[in-house]
């Protein structure tokens, strides 16, 4: 999930050179040394749901590297133009072809060592019938027993689904902010 370096320049195509821009930035950029462009990177969003359905949540087995063959919250890099709420339901929609309606947001997790923050929001199944894309290999219900904790795909997920069960045991689901070092 690692970002790879900017190589060229976005408005010319020159190869370009990391180094700290004269204009008093503390940050070595990505800068043109023909045109001048600075080049900012920030931090991505991942946005995605905790959709439960009694005791059970919902997991995507994925079907795409990194990771292949390990079980996930549905979740991916959230799009221009939408909420992370929206990007939250499309990715959930997308991953596993779910009925839901959306609830709250759940976690926000800073992965600051990669350059993103997870937003996972909980979700309200309507159906238990899934029809998972193609970046899934199966969707389907587990419950915290039934999770298969060793095979999780990510640390926020992992995470995420503790919280989600410490909550459900309690009986009131807060919002958590976590940092994953
Ligand atoms: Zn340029």
Known sequence: ????????????????????????????????PACHTIHYENPL????TVAHWGEQVLLCKRNIEPRYGKWTLPAGFME???TTAEGAA???DEEAGAQFEMQGLFT??????????HLFYRARLLSDQF???????????????????????????????EHY???RRRGDYGVHTIDIV
């Open 1 to 32: 999930m690692l970002r790879s370096p900017i190589n060229h320049c976005k408005q010319c195509g020159a190869a370009v050179t990391y180094r700290v821009p004269d204009d008093g930035d503390t940050k070595k950029r990505a800068v043109c």
């Open 45 to 48: 969003n991942v946005v995605g």
């Open 80 to 82: 221009l133009n939408e």
């Open 90 to 92: 499309r990715e959930t």
């Open 108 to 117: 926000l997790l800073n992965v600051a060592r990669v350059g993103q923050v």
């Open 131 to 161: 029809n998972p894309g193609s970046e899934t290999i199966e969707a389907r219900l587990f419950t915290e027993a039934d999770i298969p904790w060793d095979e999780i795909a990510f640390r926020t997920v992992k995470e995420t689904l």
């Open 165 to 167: 069960f410490a909550d």
